[in-house]
Nanobody, 115 residues
Framework: QVQLVESGGGLVQPGGSLRLSCAAS????????MSWYRQAPGEQREWVAG???????NYADFVEGRFTISRDNTKNTVYLQMNSVKSEDTAVYYC?????????WGQGTQVTVSS
């Protein structure tokens, strides 16, 4: 059974930092391309960042150098380091694992940016 479990969300002040984690099980993690998405209330889910199994990281334009995606294949975990957060970063953040036509989602973790 495939499981992706996100953690690390919470309430953070504007300008602050947060690190999200997504622990995977039931897949050969190192073979999967991993991504972070987010969905704000009333909005469509949007892609945030990606880290392929063996390629370069890539980011949505709105990240503007504030977020860093990384992975630890020994721990089957992908991370999203969020710095200089803004109120518009408030959303539920989801991780996604993809290999060819196979894709899996986590349940999401809430990030709220507010003073």
């Amino acid at each position: 059974q495939v499981q992706l479990v996100e953690s690390g969300g919470g309430l953070v002040q504007p300008g602050g930092s947060l690190r999200l984690s997504c622990a995977a099980s039931g897949i050969i993690f190192s073979s999967y391309d991993m991504s972070w998405y987010r969905q704000a209330p009333g909005e469509q889910r949007e892609w945030v960042a990606g880290i392929p199994s063996g390629g370069r990281t890539n980011y949505a334009d709105f990240v503007e150098g504030r977020f860093t995606i990384s992975r630890d294949n020994t721990k089957n975990t992908v991370y999203l380091q969020m710095n200089s957060v803004k109120s518009e970063d408030t959303a539920v953040y989801y991780c996604r694992a993809r290999l060819g036509l196979r894709g899996y989602w986590g349940q999401g973790t809430q990030v709220t940016v507010s003073s």
